[in-house]
C-alpha cells in the first residue's frame, strides 16, 4: 500500500525538526501540515526532503489531518500514518502499525501507547481511561488507547464521511463512526515518550477541548440510541475485532447462558444495573422490558443483568418514592393526601411527579446498585481460582 506519513504541527518548532529526520528514515515520504503555527516551526523542516502545508490560522488537528488526505488521495496515496509532532512517538514503530494494516485491511490502526514512564501525567492516564470508556459503550470496540495520535487510516476512509469535528474531538469521532461503517479498528503497542513536565508542551484546552469531547460523546451516544441504520462503507468486515457470540435457536438454555456472560467485566455489569434501575424508575408504561433490552443492546451492555435490575424499580415502592420526589420538587411538600382524587383523577399530574421524581432518584438508586454490583464482582473476580478462565 503506498503510504503518506503525515505530521500535524502547531507551535512545536523546536521538536518538529527531529520528528521528520526520524520518520523520513523509514524510507517512507513525508507531509508536514502546519495548523497556523505562530513560532515559525515549519522554517525548522524546509531543510528536509519533504511535502509542507501551511494554514493562515489554527483550523485543529481534525482538519490539519483531513488537508493531509486530501494531499494523500491527490498523489495517489492509500494510506496515511500520522504522527504528532512533539516527539511522543516513535517513527521506527510505524512497520508494526503497517504490519497490522495489512491483516486486517481495510483498518485504522492505532498505536497503543505504553504509558509506563514517571514522567506520563496522571490526567493523560485518567482521561485515556475515559475516552476508551464511552468509545467502547458507543462502538463496542474494547481499544486500549482512543487517544493516540500515532494511528493509520485509509485514505478512501477519510474522503467516505463528512466529518463534524476539525479539533481534537475528530480523532474520537473518526473511530466511532469508521466502527458503524464496517471498518474495522486494531491497536498495536508503541513506545512513548513523555519528557519532564517543564520540558513538556501541550495544546489540549482542559476547558474547551473537554467539553468539545463531551458533547460530541452526548451526540454519538444519542445517535446510538437511534433505531437507524448507519451509513456503511464495507458491509463485509466485521465492524470490530470483538468475539461474536451466536445464538442457537435450537437450544433455549445454551443462547441463555452465553447472553448471560455478554459484557460481564465488573464495571460493565456495573453500567448494566445503573441503566436497569434507571430506566425501571422512568415512568414507561408497560413497556419497561422493551426499553431496557433494546437500550442495553444498543450500548452493548448485558441485557440480561440490566433487565433483571429493572424489576428492583415494580410498583409501588420506586414508583412512589418518584411521585413524592417529584411533588416534593413542584410544591415543596410530600403528597400526603392518598384520597382516589388526588392519585386516580389527577393522574397526569401524578406521572409528571414520577417523571421529575424519576430523573432525579433513578440515577442516584441506579449508582447505589451499581457501586454494590461492582464491588461484589471485583471482589468475586479476585477470589477466582489461581488459572481459572479470565473475564471476557
Known sequence: MKTLIVIPLYNHGASVARVAEQALATGLPLLVVDDGSTDEGLQAVRHLACHTLRFARNRGKGAAILAGADFAAAHDFEVIITLDADGQHDPADLPLLMAKAEEHWPAVVIGARQMVQDTVPGASHFGRAFSNFWVRLECGADLPDTQSGFRLYPVAMLHFFSWSRRRYDFEVEVLVRACWAGVRLASVDVSVHYPPPHERISHFHKGLDNLRLSLLHSRLVLRRLLPMPCRQML???????????????????????????????????????WLGIFMGALPILAGHTVAVIYVAHRLHLNKVVAVAASNLCMPPVVPVLCIQTG??????????????????????????????????????????????????????????????????
Not at 383523577?345 to 461492582?374: F, K, M, N, Q, T
Open 235 to 273: 458491509p463485509g468486515p466485521k465492524a470490530a475485532p470483538q468475539k461474536v457470540q451466536k445464538v442457537v435457536i435450537g437450544n433455549p438454555w445454551q443462547a441463555f447462558k452465553k447472553i448471560c456472560q455478554e459484557h460481564i467485566s465488573p464495571l460493565w455489569l456495573a453500567l448494566a444495573v
Open 327 to 392: 411533588y416534593f420538587l413542584w410544591h415543596g411538600e410530600f403528597l400526603l393526601d392518598f384520597t382516589w382524587e388526588k392519585w386516580l383523577l389527577e393522574g397526569h399530574y401524578r406521572l409528571l411527579d414520577w417523571l421529575v421524581g424519576s430523573l432525579v432518584l433513578g440515577p442516584l438508586l441506579g449508582l447505589l446498585g451499581a457501586a454494590v454490583i461492582y464491588l461484589v464482582a471485583r471482589y468475586t473476580h479476585c477470589l477466582r481460582p489461581q488459572g481459572s478462565p479470565a473475564e471476557p
